[in-house]
């Protein structure tokens, strides 16, 4: 049964900071990897689609990577803003369904 | 974009009572639907999966009798509560895929449900 990890759980950045959040997967047969924003008591709003044969997808200033063979992906957020401060979730399907990591939570302290 | 609608957005219940969730793809037919639970700073995790026309598919330790789930059409998916108590108190998403977009998931807005 495919497991979603993510690291770190929590992340408090100042404002203008790169950083990196991390994704794992335990099993490589999957068809896509999606990264999702929530903000708190909201619902999900998606990211990035990362298919399986594709390397990495980017959209403004996000940018994810994938490395199916080694069950990893990255999430690059590039000059961060207050505006990005909320939970980051990963997610992998295969072809039966979605699996979610546990989230990171960002803060990004003006 | 696809748009996968849920309704009622928000639903508070006394213990006892069912409680209904529609699920809806708004623009295009979901031959699966997913139903997933999230608690409080938690993630997201998996009730089940329907297929139109057949019985849902529940995961280890959902409980099929507690929480029924139909999905007679191909836009439409409903979750029931059953005998509803304080710990079913949750948000409830759904999502619903297009086989024709290379099994991309599109999530309805979520249910916050709170049972009194």
């Known amino acids: 049964k495919q497991e979603v990890t993510q690291i770190p759980a929590a992340l408090s950045v100042p404002e203008g900071e790169n950083l990196v959040l991390n994704c794992s997967f335990t099993d490589s047969a999957i068809y896509n990897l999606q990264w999702f924003r929530q903000d708190p008591g909201k619902g999900l709003t998606s990211l990035l689609l990362?298919?399986?044969?594709?390397r990495e997808q980017t959209s403004g200033r996000l940018n994810a990577s994938l490395d199916k063979s080694s069950g990893r992906s990255t999430l690059y957020i590039a000059a961060s803003q207050p505006g990005d401060s909320a939970t980051y979730l990963c997610?992998?399907?295969?072809?039966?369904?979605?699996?979610f990591g546990a989230g990171t939570r960002l803060t990004v302290k003006p | 974009g696809a748009v996968v609608s849920q309704h009622p957005s928000r639903v508070i219940c006394k213990s006892g009572t069912s409680v209904k969730i529609e699920c809806r793809s708004l623009d295009f037919q979901a031959t699966t639907m997913f139903w997933y639970r999230q608690f409080p700073k938690q993630s997201l995790m998996l009730m089940a999966t329907?297929?139109?026309?057949?019985?849902?598919?529940?995961e280890q330790g959902v409980e099929k009798d507690k929480f029924l789930i139909n999905h007679a059409s191909l836009t439409l998916s409903t979750l029931t509560v059953t005998s509803a108590h304080p710990e079913d108190s949750s948000f409830y998403i759904c999502?619903?895929?297009?086989?024709?977009?290379?099994?991309?998931?599109?999530f309805g807005p979520g249910t916050r449900l709170t049972v009194t």
């Open positions: 999502s619903a895929r297009d086989l024709g977009q290379a099994y991309e998931q599109y």
């Open positions: 990362i298919q399986s044969s594709q």
């Open positions: 997610a992998v399907s295969d072809n039966n369904d979605m699996r």
């Open positions: 329907s297929n139109e026309g057949s019985k849902a598919t529940y």
